[in-house]
């Protein structure tokens, strides 16, 4: 089916726009606005250090609402009330249902990781090239295996994940870290992740690589306020990885020595071209020593012990 894309630009408050909108029969508004896009960024520091420039310039100076109408009568009987009301028509385009799902997998390829392992879509041959094949559907939730950050973070977990250790991953989103660590032979996984969506989608992309619940136990929660959290995901772990963003790793250094069994290895990446003498400041600060310092695509990954 195809649909007609509208967008009517705002020159006053967008609330007020959208409730003239409804008025006329319109529904599924989207707001794309700058001020609302710069409150959500500076709500939201947990999640990223970095944001994307084209993505910034996408919303510097706008302010407009969004919707979709069906590509028929009914449809254009709508899009001419809008026309009417606001005195011109307004900007359209036509899109195909299958424009909405799926076409985004076109560009998620596998990806080789390090030496060793491979990043195949669920919906993606395995290549045959002898690399073990991690398979992943990420859904929205942060970790696909193209990300510099994740890919510095599982080349780590090569040289430290072996048969009979075990893994703590703090900010787990798509369960891939812990997912390759358990495919590079580690025994079990653990991990959280502040997302309440992040242990599903984890859970069954462990499904996809046949490991089963009992190797991989995943919370939704907050290790840094959470004392209970905390105190469930328990200590005595051989790795912990946290490939989150400067700002939480900074905190959780300071934590981070309860999970681990003496000895044991803290692999963290998200730190962003800038921030990294701060990160591993904190982290020495903290006991550790730095092992190793990588960087790719102005992002840096340490590994400490």
């Not at 609302?36 to 993505?55: G, I, K, Q, S, T």
């Not at 907050?222 to 004392?227: F, I, K």
Request: charged share 25%.
């Amino acid at each position: 089916m195809r649909w007609i894309e509208v967008t009517v630009n705002c020159d006053r408050d967008p609330d007020l726009v959208c409730a003239d909108l409804a008025e006329l029969g319109v529904g599924g508004m989207i707001v794309e606005d700058e001020q609302d896009f710069e409150n959500f960024l500076e709500n939201n520091h947990a999640y990223w250090d970095y944001v994307d420039e084209e993505l910034e310039a996408k919303f510097k100076g706008v302010s407009r609402v969004k919707f979709y109408l069906s590509d028929d009568e009914d449809g254009k009987a709508v899009l001419n009330a809008v026309a009417e009301f606001l005195g011109k028509m307004p900007e359209t385009a036509f899109v195909q249902d299958s424009d909405w799902e799926n076409n985004w997998k076109e560009y998620y390829k596998p990806i080789e990781v390090g030496e060793k392992l491979v990043v195949v879509p669920e919906w993606e041959p395995v290549p045959e090239d002898g690399r073990i094949p991690l398979r992943l559907d990420p859904g929205l939730i942060f970790g696909t295996g193209s990300h510099a950050t994740t890919k510095m973070c599982l080349a780590a977990l090569e040289g430290v994940a072996g048969p009979g250790r075990t893994v703590l991953d703090l900010g787990c989103g798509s369960g891939i870290l812990g997912i390759g660590a358990i495919l590079l032979g580690c025994e079990k996984c653990a991990g959280c992740d502040i997302d309440p969506k992040a242990p599903d989608v984890a859970l069954m992309n462990a499904g996809l690589n046949g490991i089963t619940a009992d190797r991989f136990d995943i919370r939704a929660g907050d290790v840094l306020t959470d004392a209970g959290m905390r105190k469930a995901l328990g200590t005595g772990y051989d790795i912990v990885t946290a490939n989150i963003v400067s700002d939480v790793i900074i905190p959780l250094s300071g934590i981070v020595r309860q999970f681990l069994k003496p000895g044991g290895i803290f692999i963290t990446s998200g730190i962003i071209e800038g921030r990294q003498d701060e990160v591993r400041a904190a982290i020495e600060s903290n006991g550790f020593t730095i092992l190793e310092h990588h960087s790719e695509d102005d992002w840096h990954c340490f590994v400490a012990k």
